[in-house]
C-alpha cells in the first residue's frame, strides 16, 4: 500500500470492472489448470529441449501472444503506467523460469518443486502484508498449510528427495519471484485492463529473458513436435492461463490467488496418471486429498481490504 502505491491518489482513477470474490477464485484455479499441462507437454518434447531453453520459449511466445490480445481490443493505449510496478511485475516474471529450471536441476525435481511452489502463497502473504497492508485470516493460514503439506506429500510422494542448498535458495528465489510478481500485478489491476497489464508484463519479461536463448539455443523448435509443445506452452499455458489469472487476481488477496495457485501440481499429478501413465502410491493420493481440501477451504477466502 505504500511501496508498490502507484501515484496520483484516488482523484481520476478510472475504475476497472471486476468479477465476485467466488468468480475469480474460479478463474484462477482455472488459470492454475492449464499451468498444470506444463510437465506433460515437456514430457513430449523432443530430445534436446532443455528447461531453461523450453522456459525462455515458453514466455517469450506466450508475451507476444498477450500484447497481441491487448493490442487487438485497443487497451494499450491510453493508460498512465506506473514504472515501479511494472519494472517490478515484469522483472518478476523473467526471473521466476531461471530460477525454478536451476533449483530444480540443483536439487531435483521433487524438492525444488516443492521448495518453490510451496513457498509461494507464504511469499505471496508475507509481501501483500507488508506493501498492501492485506491481512490474511485463520481461513486462509489453515487452507495454505493443507494445500502446501498435500503438495509436499503430492510430488514427493515417489522419494529420492536430495537436499541441496543451493538448489533450495533457487527454488526459494522462484517462490519469492512469484510473490513479488503477483502483488505488483494486483497493484496494476486497479486500473488498467487485465488484458494489457498481462500484455506488458509478459511483454517486458520475455525482452528480459530473451538472452537465455543465447546460452541455451532452441534448435529444438524446428521439430514439428518441438513447435507443438512450444505453442500449448505459450497459448495455453501461459497466455490463457495468465489472463485467467489476471481476471481472477482482480477480485482476490495476491495471498488467497497463490494458494489456489496450487491447484497447479494437482493437476500436473491428475495428467501424469491419465496421460503419461503414471501410478501414485499411496503417499501422493493422500496430498492429493490434503491439496484438494486446501483448495477448497482457499476459494471461500474473501477479498481483504
Known amino acids: 500500500m505504500v511501496a508498490f502505491a502507484a501515484g496520483g491518489g484516488d482523484r481520476g482513477r478510472k475504475r476497472v470492472s471486476r468479477p465476485s470474490g467466488e468468480t475469480g477464485s474460479l478463474l484462477i484455479l482455472a488459470g492454475a489448470v492449464l499451468w498444470g499441462t506444463t510437465g506433460t507437454a515437456q514430457a513430449f518434447a523432443p530430445p534436446g529441449a532443455d528447461p531453461l531453453s523450453v522456459g525462455a520459449v515458453r514466455i517469450v511466445i506466450g508475451g507476444l501472444a498477450l500484447l497481441a490480445v491487448a493490442a487487438l481490443r485497443g487497451e494499450l493505449s491510453g493508460h498512465r503506467w506506473p514504472p515501479l510496478p511494472v519494472a517490478v511485475a515484469a522483472c518478476g516474471i523473467a526471473c521466476y523460469q531461471p530460477l525454478f529450471f536451476a533449483g530444480v536441476m ?59 542448498a543451493t538448489g533450495v535458495l533457487l527454488a526459494l528465489g522462484a517462490g519469492l519471484s512469484y510473490g513479488v510478481y503477483a502483488t505488483a500485478t494486483k497493484v496494476l489491476l486497479e486500473d488498467l485492463p487485465y488484458t494489457a497489464v498481462m500484455g506488458v508484463a509478459f511483454g517486458l519479461g520475455a525482452l528480459l529473458l530473451s538472452p537465455v536463448l543465447l546460452l541455451s539455443p532452441p534448435g529444438w523448435l524446428a521439430d514439428p513436435r518441438g513447435a507443438a509443445v512450444a505453442l500449448e506452452l505459450g497459448l495455453v499455458a501461459t497466455a490463457a492461463a495468465y489472463l485467467l489469472f489476471a481476471r481472477g487476481l482482480s477480485a482476490v488477496p495476491v495471498s488467497t490467488a497463490a494458494t489456489l495457485s496450487l491447484a497447479e501440481p494437482l493437476t500436473a499429478g491428475l495428467l501424469g496418471i491419465l496421460v503419461l501413465g503414471e501410478r501414485p502410491g499411496a503417499v501422493s493420493l493422500a496430498g492429493a486429498a490434503l491439496l484438494l481440501g486446501g483448495l477448497a477451504l482457499a476459494a471461500r477466502e474473501r477479498e481483504a481490504g
Not at 501483500?128 to 485463520?138: L, S
Open 106 to 164: 540443483k536439487t531435483g525435481v521433487a524438492l525444488g518443486t516443492i521448495v518453490a511452489i510451496g513457498s509461494a502463497p507464504v511469499a505471496a502473504g508475507i509481501i501483500g502484508a507488508i506493501f498492501r497492508g492485506e491481512r490474511p485470516g485463520r481461513r486462509w493460514v489453515a487452507a495454505t498449510a493443507l494445500a502446501v503439506a498435500g503438495c509436499a506429500l503430492l510430488v514427493g510422494g515417489g522419494g529420492g528427495v536430495s537436499v541441496e
